[in-house]
C-alpha cells in the first residue's frame, strides 16, 4: 500500500517546513507550494531554501511548486498531476499589526485562498483537511487555563477574524457534506527551530514576535529588547504565555493526519497545540541568557495595545483524541532557537 500523500500549503514557511520534515520521516509523500511572498527562494535550486535544507536533513525528495493559493488554475493543476490524500494548509499572511492595516488583502489571501483550495478538494474527492489555526480565536481568555470549549470569535484583528471565519465556513462544510474530515489545530506560541539548526524561523523585517526578536538581540542584530508592559498582574509582570517547541507542534500535526488516515469518523475536529505551561518575558529573557550564554539586553516599556496579560492552553484533549502531548520545555526552545540563529545570523539570506 503506498503511502499518502499530503498536499502542504505555505510548506516553504516556518511551521510548514518543520512539519514537512516530520511528515517526511514518518513516512508521508509530501508535495509543496508556496508563492514565497514570506519565504527566502533561495540559490540556483527549484526548491526555496528551507525545503532544500529539509531534503538534506531527511535524504527524502520533495516535490515543489510556485502556487499561490488564491489561482484557481494554479491549485487545480497541482490536483491533476497528482494524486492527493490530504491537506495541510498552512499559507496565510500572518502578522496582527499589518492586518489591522491592510485588511482586505488579508481577507483576500487568507479567506478566498482557502476557499479556493477547499473548491478544488472537492473537485477532486479530496475531504481530508488539517487546518493551521491560531489561540487568536478565543479573544482576550474569559478563563484559564483555555480549553476548546472557550468561546471563539472576539477576535482583535483582522488576521485573527480570518482563523476565526475559516473555522466557522469549515465547520458548515462538515455539516453540509459528511464526506469532509477536518481537524482544526489552535497553536498557542509556536517558537523554536530543528535540532540540526539549518532550519527555523527567519521573519521578515523588524520581528512582531518575542522569540525571534531575543534570538537577534543575542546575536547582535538588534541592540535591545523593548518588554512591553511590566504591570500586568502576572509573576513579574510582564506578559505570560504557552510556548511550545516548533518540534512538538509539527509532530502533533503528524498526529493529526494519522487520526485523518485511520479514521471512518468525519465531521470538524479542533485541538489546542500547547504544553499547559505559562511562561512570562523576563521568564524566556533569563532561559534564553542561559541557554545562549549571551547578554539579553532589555528595556521596561508600555504595554503593546490588544495584548492581554495572560494565556495557556489546556491541551488534554489533544493528547485523548490525537495521543500527542508536547515533550521540549523552555530551556529546549531556546537552546534550538539560539544554535539556528547563530549558524545562521541573518538567516536563510546568509549575506
Ligand atoms: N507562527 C505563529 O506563531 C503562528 C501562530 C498561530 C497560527 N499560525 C498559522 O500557521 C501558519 C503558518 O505560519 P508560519 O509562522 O509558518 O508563517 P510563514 O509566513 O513562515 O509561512 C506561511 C507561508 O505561506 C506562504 N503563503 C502565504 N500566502 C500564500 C498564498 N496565497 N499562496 C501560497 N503560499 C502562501 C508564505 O510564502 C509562507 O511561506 C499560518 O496559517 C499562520 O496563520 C502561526
Ligand atoms: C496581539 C498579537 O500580536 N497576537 C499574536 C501574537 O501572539 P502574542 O502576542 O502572544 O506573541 P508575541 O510573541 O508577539 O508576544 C508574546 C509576549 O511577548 C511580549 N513581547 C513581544 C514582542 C516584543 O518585542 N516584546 C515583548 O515584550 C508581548 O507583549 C507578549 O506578552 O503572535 C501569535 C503567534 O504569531 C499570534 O497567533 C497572535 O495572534
Same mark, same amino acid.
Given at each position: #500500500? ?12 516556518? *511551521?510548514?517546513? $518543520? ?11 509530501? !508535495? ?7 519565504? &527566502? ?35 487545480? @493543476? ?5 494524486? *492527493?490524500? #490530504? ?9 496582527? =499589526?499589518? @492586518? ?25 474527492? /479530496? ?5 493551521? @489555526?491560531?489561540?487568536? /480565536?478565543? =479573544? ?9 470549549? $472557550? ?9 485573527? +477574524?480570518? +482563523? ?22 489552535? &497553536? ?5 527551530? $530543528? ?15 518575542? #522569540? ?19 504591570? %500586568? ?10 510556548? !511550545? $517547541? ?8 503528524? +498526529?493529526?493526519?494519522? +487520526? ?7 465531521? %470538524? ?7 499547559? /505551561?505559562?511562561?512570562? /518575558? ?9 541557554? @545562549? ?36 520545555? !523552555? ?21
Amino acid at each position: #500500500m503506498a503511502p499518502p500523500t499530503v498536499l502542504v500549503t505555505g510548506g516553504a514557511g516556518y *511551521i510548514g517546513s $518543520h512539519t514537512v520534515l516530520e511528515m517526511l520521516n514518518a513516512g508521508y509523500n509530501v !508535495i509543496c507550494v508556496d508563492n514565497l511572498c514570506n519565504a &527566502y527562494s533561495g540559490g540556483a535550486s527549484k526548491l526555496p531554501e528551507a525545503l532544500s535544507r529539509v531534503q538534506e536533513i531527511t535524504g527524502k525528495k520533495i516535490h515543489f511548486y510556485r502556487v499561490d493559493i488564491t489561482d484557481r488554475e494554479q491549485v487545480r @493543476s497541482v490536483f491533476q498531476e497528482h494524486k *492527493i490524500d #490530504m491537506v495541510a494548509h498552512f499559507a496565510a499572511l500572518k502578522a496582527v =499589526g499589518e @492586518s489591522c492595516r491592510i485588511p482586505l488583502q488579508y481577507y483576500h489571501n487568507n479567506m478566498t485562498g482557502t476557499n479556493v483550495l477547499l473548491e478544488a478538494m472537492a473537485d477532486n474527492n /479530496v475531504f481530508k483537511f488539517v487546518y493551521s @489555526s491560531s489561540a487568536t /480565536v478565543y =479573544g482576550e481568555p474569559k478563563f484559564l487555563p483555555v480549553t476548546e470549549e $472557550h468561546p471563539t470569535g472576539n477576535c482583535t484583528s483582522p488576521y485573527g +477574524k480570518t +482563523k476565526y471565519f475559516t473555522e466557522e465556513i469549515l465547520k458548515d462544510l462538515c455539516k453540509s457534506d459528511k464526506r469532509w474530515a477536518v481537524v482544526s489545530l489552535r &497553536y498557542f506560541n509556536p517558537v523554536g527551530a $530543528h535540532i540540526s539548526g539549518r532550519i527555523g524561523e527567519d521573519p521578515n523585517g523588524e520581528p512582531n514576535n518575542l #522569540m525571534p526578536y531575543i534570538a537577534q538581540v543575542a546575536v547582535g542584530r538588534r541592540p535591545k529588547l523593548s518588554v512591553y508592559g511590566s504591570d %500586568f498582574p502576572t509573576k513579574d509582570g510582564t506578559g505570560v504565555r504557552d510556548y !511550545i $517547541h516548533i518540534v512538538d507542534l509539527a509532530e502533533g500535526h503528524v +498526529k493529526a493526519l494519522d +487520526k485523518l488516515r485511520n479514521i471512518a469518523e468525519t465531521g %470538524f475536529f479542533a485541538y489546542n497545540l500547547g504544553t499547559g /505551561v505559562g511562561c512570562s /518575558v523576563l521568564e524566556l529573557v533569563h532561559a534564553f541568557e542561559r541557554a @545562549s550564554g549571551q547578554k539579553v539586553t532589555y528595556e521596561l516599556v508600555d504595554r503593546r495595545s490588544g495584548d492581554v496579560a495572560t494565556c495557556y492552553a489546556d491541551a488534554k484533549l489533544a493528547e485523548q483524541a490525537l495521543g500527542w502531548k508536547a515533550t521540549r520545555g !523552555i530551556d529546549k526552545m531556546c537552546e534550538d532557537t539560539w544554535r539556528w540563529q547563530s549558524q545562521n545570523p541573518n538567516g536563510y539570506a546568509q549575506k
